[in-house]
């Protein structure tokens, strides 16, 4: 519904997306009426706190970091 009429008979095979491939979708650029398959980049909760476990430690807040 998002791609417009008649997506899914020009190729957005939505459908078919792996459930465990997070960020894959179907997009149409302004351009093309064909829709094109596209994979966001994915961050889990898990690395964004893995991530920011020791940011900040050893670095008072007035200190300039380099």
Known sequence: ???GEGA???GA???LIDPT?????YVRLET???PVRVR???VSDEDI???TSGY???VSSHEEVA
């Open 49 to 51: 706190t893995a991530m």
């Open 1 to 3: 519904m998002v791609l």
């Open 13 to 15: 095979q939505a459908h």
């Open 32 to 34: 093309s009426p064909s």
């Open 56 to 58: 900040g430690r050893g």
């Open 21 to 25: 491939l997070p960020g894959v979708a």
């Open 8 to 10: 899914r008979e020009r």
């Open 40 to 42: 966001a980049a994915y």
